[in-house]
C-alpha cells in the first residue's frame, strides 16, 4: 500500500521538515556549511521517520471480549483486549485505542514500547451502561510512530462486539386486588379453560363483602360464611401500552420519564410472562411484541427485554396506531397502560383499545417532576392533564400518579392498595 509521505507527518515531523528546508536554501544562498547541514539534518530525519514506518510489516492480532455481554443499564462493565504481535521484525511504538461508544464511557488507550521480537499484551478497562440500547465496541485502532513522533500511521482491525444495555427490570409481587372488585375483594380469576361461564367457586366471606352473593349451602356445611365467586372464562392474556411519544415526557438520559417508563413497563410485561400470560406489548408506533394463541406460541423473556431495549421516543402525536394495533389482537381482559403527559383527547383515543377488556390500569407519570422548571408544563397542559386522568378514572380506570424517585414496585404496590378503595 502506497502513503503520501506528507500526510503521514505529524504537525512537528512537517514542522521538522519545513525548517530543514529553509535552512538548507539559507545555508546554500549564505554559504554557511553549519546551518546547512543543521538543515539537511532536520529534513532527512522525518523522511527517515517515514521510510522506517511505513514500511514497518503489523503481524498484529487481537481478541475483544465484553464481560457481561448484556448489562442492565447503569452497571458496569469490564472490557479485555489481548493483542499479540508475532514475527521478529521490528516496528515503531505502537499506540492502541479501542472505539467506545459515549454510551458505554471513555475509549481506553495504550501504548506498547517493545519494538521488536513477539509479544502479548492483555489490557482491561472499565466500562459502564450509562444508556439504554444496543452498542458496538471497536475497531481497534493501531497507530505506529516513531520515538519523535513525527509520524503517524493508522492501522484499524475490522472485529467488533456487541453490547446490549436492557432497562432495569424489577420484580413485581403478584397484586391481591386485580379483578378490580375492590369492595368484593375478588382476586385474579383462574386461566381460561380452566374456569367455564357458568362455574361457581366459594371463597371465605370477607368485611365489606355483598351479603347478597353469601353461599348458604357452604355455609351451613362449614359452620362459616362463605360468598359465592361467579366467573367467567379468563383469557390469560395481558395488554401492556407504553407511551413513547417524546411531547409525553420530559427529562434526559437515565433520569427521564421515559426511561422510568421503560422500566415499569418492562417490569410489569415480564411479570405476566413469569405468571404464565401471554403478553401484547405496544407503543406509540404499534404492535412490539404480541403473543400467538397456543400453549407453545408465548412470548419469551428475552423478546421483551429486546423490543424494551431498542425501544425509542416516537415523533407521533397521538396514541391512534398503538389502538388500531391493541383493536387488531383484542384479547384478553387485563389492560396495563405506562402514559406520560396526557390531553383529554388521548384518554378518548386510550378508552378505544379497553372496549371488553374487564380491568384497566395506568401508570400516569408527571413528567414535569423529572427536568427542570424551565421544561414543564404550560398552566394549560397542566389543566388538560388533570381532566385526562379525571377522564379515565370516571372511565373505570384504576390510576396511579409517578412522580420522579418513585420506584416501579412502590408504583406497583399503589396501585395494588387503591383497588381496595374501589
Known amino acids: ?82 493483542v499479540t504481535k508475532s514475527g521478529q521484525l521490528p516496528t515503531g511504538l505502537l499506540q492502541f485505542e479501542d472505539e467506545v461508544p459515549r454510551g458505554l464511557g471513555r475509549p481506553p488507550r495504550f501504548t506498547v514500547h517493545r519494538f521488536a521480537g513477539e509479544w502479548r499484551r492483555e489490557i482491561t478497562y472499565p ?83 355483598d351479603v347478597r352473593r353469601i353461599h348458604w349451602r357452604t355455609t351451613a356445611r362449614r359452620g362459616e360464611l362463605f360468598v359465592r365467586r361467579e366467573e367467567q372464562a379468563w383469557d390469560p392474556t395481558a395488554t401492556v401500552i407504553l407511551d413513547s411519544r417524546s411531547a409525553s415526557h420530559a427529562g434526559r438520559g437515565r433520569g427521564s420519564s421515559f426511561e422510568w417508563a421503560v422500566s415499569a413497563a ?39 427485554i429486546d423490543a424494551m431495549t431498542d425501544v425509542t421516543l416516537s415523533p407521533r402525536a397521538t396514541l391512534n396506531r398503538t389502538v388500531e394495533h391493541a383493536a387488531l389482537t383484542q384479547r384478553g381482559q387485563l389492560m ?20 371488553n377488556r374487564a380491568r384497566c390500569f395506568a401508570f400516569v407519570v408527571d413528567a414535569d417532576t423529572f427536568t427542570s422548571r424551565s421544561e414543564r408544563s404550560t398552566p394549560e397542559q397542566y389543566d388538560d392533564h388533570r381532566a385526562a386522568l379525571d377522564r379515565l378514572r370516571s372511565a373505570g380506570w384504576r390510576v396511579i400518579e409517578v412522580e420522579a424517585g418513585t420506584e416501579v414496585v412502590d408504583a406497583w404496590t399503589n396501585l395494588d392498595r387503591v383497588g381496595e378503595y374501589v
Open 1 to 82: 500500500m502506497r502513503y503520501n509521505p506528507w500526510l503521514l507527518l505529524t504537525l512537528r515531523g512537517k514542522v521538522f521538515a519545513v525548517v530543514g528546508v529553509v535552512l538548507l536554501l539559507g545555508g546554500i544562498l549564505l554559504g554557511q556549511r553549519d546551518v546547512l547541514w543543521f538543515g539537511l539534518f532536520l529534513f532527512l530525519l522525518p523522511l527517515v521517520a517515514v521510510v522506517v514506518v511505513a514500511r514497518s510489516r503489523l503481524r498484529l492480532t487481537c481478541e475483544r471480549r465484553i464481560n457481561p455481554p448484556e448489562a442492565v443499564v447503569g452497571e458496569r462493565l469490564s472490557g479485555e483486549l489481548i
Open 127 to 209: 466500562m459502564a451502561g450509562l444508556m439504554r440500547g444496543r452498542f458496538r465496541t471497536g475497531p481497534l485502532t493501531v497507530r505506529a510512530t516513531d520515538p519523535f513522533h513525527l509520524v503517524k500511521l493508522d492501522r484499524r482491525f475490522s472485529a467488533t462486539t456487541e453490547v446490549q444495555i436492557t432497562p432495569r427490570v424489577v420484580p413485581l409481587p403478584m397484586m391481591r386486588t386485580a379483578s378490580g372488585g375492590g369492595s368484593t375483594g375478588d382476586t385474579m380469576p383462574q386461566k381460561a379453560g380452566v374456569i367455564g361461564a357458568d362455574d361457581v367457586l366459594v371463597r371465605e366471606y370477607r368485611s365489606g363483602d
Open 266 to 304: 418492562a417490569s410489569i410485561a415480564l411479570h405476566f410472562v413469569d405468571a404464565g400470560f401471554r403478553v401484547d406489548l405496544f407503543d406509540a408506533g404499534g404492535a412490539m411484541v404480541t403473543g400467538e394463541r397456543g400453549a407453545q406460541a408465548t412470548v419469551t423473556r428475552q423478546q421483551i
Open 336 to 355: 396495563v397502560a405506562v402514559l406520560g403527559r396526557m390531553t383529554p383527547g388521548d384518554v378518548e383515543v386510550v378508552l378505544g383499545a379497553q372496549r
